[in-house]
């Protein structure tokens, strides 16, 4: 789940995107991506690493990240949240499933702690 903060950001990228894209009319090519360079194109990982990035985090008023930090802080957020080991190993590229789960352990024991906790709950009331 995103926090309020996380949220309003993203309300307010949607919303400079749309006006963006009654601006541009035709011109604008929607690749349903969120953030984009002019008229709708992907941004490139020069253009993410030198210069938009820090932009945006900054923009964002979020820890500061590297672009390379990107996936780890998605695949790690992503599991603390319950999505299963295959789904963020897919989203990540992994053609095996025990890379991730080596790679991101630390975030699958606080899972364990968690699960126990419930289940604990459960058990005693």
Known sequence: M???KTRECLRKQKA???AQKLQLG???KDHGLVFARDFGQPLTLNNIGQREFARLIK???VKTITVHDLPHTCATLALKEGVPVKVVSE???HKRIE????VYAHA???MQQEA???LGKLLHG
């Open 108 to 110: 699958l024991s606080s």
């Open 91 to 93: 989203r990540l590229g």
């Open 116 to 118: 126990a906790a419930k």
């Open 2 to 4: 995103l926090d309020e």
């Open 26 to 28: 035709t011109t604008y």
């Open 99 to 102: 890379i991730t789960l080596n």
């Open 59 to 61: 923009l964002a008023d």
């Open 16 to 18: 400079a995107q749309a």
